[in-house]
């Protein structure tokens, strides 16, 4: 037919969609995810999925994030303009009871001790219930370790970046704060509970419109 191609689909409301990413998100679209969304939605959000489960994995080197490293092996990650991370793996332990191997490296020199489950063993374990990235009101673990505390009790009303709850890992305190405003609807994991990233902790009723 004659015409510009895509002449007769109808007009994108951008506000409309950086709308709804911004709820989807609980923050501000930048306008190069607005676009993104509105052409791959599912590829977009779950591209950001990733990133807030594992952070930004493109400062590592191709190699090591598609291969993992050897013992021995140092790699130099740069996260930041003049921050450098230099890792060493110094090795790997055998598996536990339920999958799970020691990883020991060195992070700037100090030495660093972390858990992985090994899912190539097929050991089955008991898996508490993942958040769904496409529901802000859902708040998971950023990472594996310990369920130490809540800050509020179900009930309780939290603004949007609140802290809500501390998860430990390696000795080091992470704060876990709330994608939106609201009220805390449900606790769904008990302090002393071990996690793994994605567990989902609890559940926020955004405030009414």
């Known amino acids: 037919m004659p015409g510009r191609p895509g002449a007769d689909l109808p007009r994108t409301d951008f506000d409309a969609a950086a709308a709804e990413l911004k709820q989807r998100l609980g923050r501000q679209p930048t306008g190069g995810e607005v676009l993104s969304y509105l052409l791959y939605p599912k590829v977009m959000l779950g591209f950001q999925d990733q990133r807030t489960r594992y952070g930004d994995v493109s400062v590592l080197p191709t190699r090591a994030f598609l291969h993992g490293m050897a013992p021995g092996e140092e790699i130099h990650v740069h996260v930041d303009k003049g921050r450098t991370l230099v890792i ?30 090994d899912r190539q063993l097929g050991i089955v374990v008991e898996t508490h219930r993942k958040v769904n990235p496409d529901d802000v009101r859902e708040v998971g673990a950023p990472l594996p370790g310990l369920l130490v505390s809540y800050a509020r009790r179900e009930g309780e009303r939290v603004a949007s970046g609140e802290r809500l709850a501390v998860v430990e890992a390696m000795k080091m305190e992470t704060n876990v704060t709330a994608p ?30």
């Open 88 to 117: 060493r793996l110094v090795g790997v332990s055998e598996p536990d009871v339920e999958g799970r191997r020691a990883v020991f490296l060195e992070l700037n020199g100090q030495p660093r001790r972390i858990f992985v489950r």
């Open 180 to 209: 939106i405003g609201g009220r805390i609807a449900k606790i769904v994991l008990a302090p002393g509970t071990r996690v793994e990233a994605g567990d989902l902790l609890l559940e926020i009723e955004p405030e009414p419109a």
